[in-house]
């Protein structure tokens, strides 16, 4: 499998970091000789990595779509988008599952808190600064590209201010009630929490917790199986997602609009390669470029299905895999950047509180500049369990600064196509942190790092 097992408390008493790294490797070299050549008439398709089957079907997709909408065929569009609603479907099944187990075995291998503490607040400073970098940059581009200019807001509907739970009960939210009910709701945050809970107590009362380490042992096998058999039907999924989103919107509705979309994702492609890649060259001192290659898989399915939760299992997939993560961090930091890293949501904020503001010929000086800084980096919290996050924390942006909320009614209108690379960086993001706290933590197996592109449709025949 591509994720160590849960050690017993001896075991890793006894163990070393370095130990557990050659564990990590051992096991994805047997992954990689499990993984047999295809042969028969589509042996070079079956072949292929995943990532360039994915990112053929999003190409394929896209001049589907196009055509489709054209031709004025968007009911086909519709239809096709059913294969991709049955892919995300498969994929948010594993979400509690994969959460909820892959952080109990990764609680129980790490038996010194100070450590987990450590990873907890380095977390939560990379998340938040780099949400403050971004919201920075889509201002930044906002003034430079000028999205509002030449647009009419005069006919927009009036839009009453979404409401975002206050700081505090999002605070005492994160106890669950009842851990079942948070499971069945998908609240992350109360899986995350009972999770870390019950990983402690097992730890807590030694040699008689070992029966439930070993049947989460095995049923973590059986998760992360389970996870490779739902990947391997990813570029199907994002062929589906690609020619509905291209079929319905079309070129019509986003050349009107195509400084916003624009701006935003420049905007996105900065922030990868500039902050987060300039975090994993100066403070990890690893490849950038190995980085990017290693992570391509689950940014073209956070791209594709706009839900950074729903592509946990390939980021967790990717992250251990690919970039020889120990998961003892990614199934913490992961799950935790799912939830309140929103770095391409910030920058979303920027673009378009400068977009309404020039709409309505209204001027914004430093101070109102700072206030929308402070408000989306804070709001980034919040918000991240509210449903339609995006549109929540740009009415709570607009309202702090005295902005028309009549703007959201226009960027609601291209909303889908700007989730699309909003989210593929907020899974970036949460790699970026998983990656440089694994290497601070020297957690991190430095030879599957730098090993070119291995994922291919593991353990998955197909003949």
């Known amino acids: 499998m591509f994720a160590r097992r849960c050690p017993s408390p001896n075991w890793y008493h006894a163990a070393t970091a370095g130990s557990l790294i050659r564990s990590a490797a051992m096991e994805r070299e047997v ?3 499990n993984t ?3 042969t028969g008439f589509l042996a ?5 990595l995943l990532w360039k089957q994915i ?3 999003l190409v394929l997709g896209v001049i589907t779509g196009v055509l489709l909408n054209a031709t004025g065929n968007q009911a086909i569009a519709g239809m096709i988008k059913n294969i991709g609603t049955l892919f995300l479907s498969l994929i948010k099944m594993l979400i509690v599952p ?4 892959s952080l109990v075995c990764g609680m129980t291998s790490v038996s010194d808190m100070a450590r987990m503490g450590r990873i907890g607040l380095k977390s939560i400073v990379f998340y938040l600064g780099t949400t403050a970098f971004a919201i920075t940059i889509g201002l930044t581009l906002g003034l430079l590209m000028q999205p509002g200019a030449g647009i009419d807001l005069s006919a927009a509907a009036a839009m009453e201010p979404k409401t975002s739970p206050p700081f505090i009960q999002q605070l005492i939210g994160i106890v669950p009630k009842n851990p079942v009910a948070a499971a069945a709701d998908g609240n992350v945050l109360q899986i995350i929490f009972f999770a870390i809970m019950f990983g402690l107590a097992i730890n807590l009362v030694g040699e008689a917790g070992k029966p439930v380490r070993e ?16 990947i391997s039907f990813a570029p199907y999924g994002v062929f589906a997602l690609m020619a509905w989103v291209a079929g319905t919107y079309g070129l019509d509705l986003l050349l009107p609009l195509g400084t916003v979309i624009a701006a935003l994702y420049i905007g996105c492609f900065l922030h990868a390669l500039i902050v987060y890649g300039g975090l994993v060259s100066v403070f990890a001192r690893l490849n950038p470029v190995r980085f990017f290659q ?8 956070a791209f594709t299905s706009t839900s950074s939760s729903g592509t946990l299992p390939v980021t ?3 992250v251990q895999q690919n970039l020889g993560v120990n998961r003892s961090v990614a199934s913490f930091t992961l799950p935790l950047g799912a939830t309140i890293n929103m770095d391409g949501t910030a920058m979303y904020q920027g673009v378009a509180a400068l977009f309404v503001a020039q709409a309505f010929g209204m001027e914004l000086g430093m101070a109102e500049y700072a206030t929308i800084i402070l408000t989306s980096t804070l709001a980034s919290i919040g918000t991240a369990g509210v449903p339609g996050a995006g549109l929540v924390m740009l009415s709570l942006v607009l309202t702090s600064v005295g902005l028309p909320l009549e703007g959201v009614a226009i960027i609601a209108g291209i909303d889908r196509i700007l989730d699309m690379a909003r989210t593929a960086l907020n899974v970036t993001g949460d790699a970026a942190c998983t990656v440089l706290i694994a290497k601070s933590e020297d957690q991190i197996d430095l030879e599957a790092y730098d090993t070119p592109h291995v994922l291919k449709t593991p353990g998955v025949s197909r003949a």
Not at 44 to 48: D, Q, T
Not at 98 to 101: D, K, M, P, R, T
Not at 215 to 230: G, P, Q, R, Y
């Open 31 to 33: 992954l990689m000789a």
């Open 36 to 38: 047999s050549q295809k």
């Open 44 to 48: 070079p398709w079956r072949n292929m």
């Open 55 to 57: 990112v053929i079907a």
């Open 98 to 101: 994969l959460i909820f187990v």
């Open 215 to 230: 049947f989460f042992e095995a049923l973590n096998s059986v998760v992360l199986k389970l996870t490779e058999i739902v």
């Open 294 to 301: 290693g992570i391509i898989e689950p940014q073209i399915v």
């Open 316 to 318: 967790m997939t990717a």
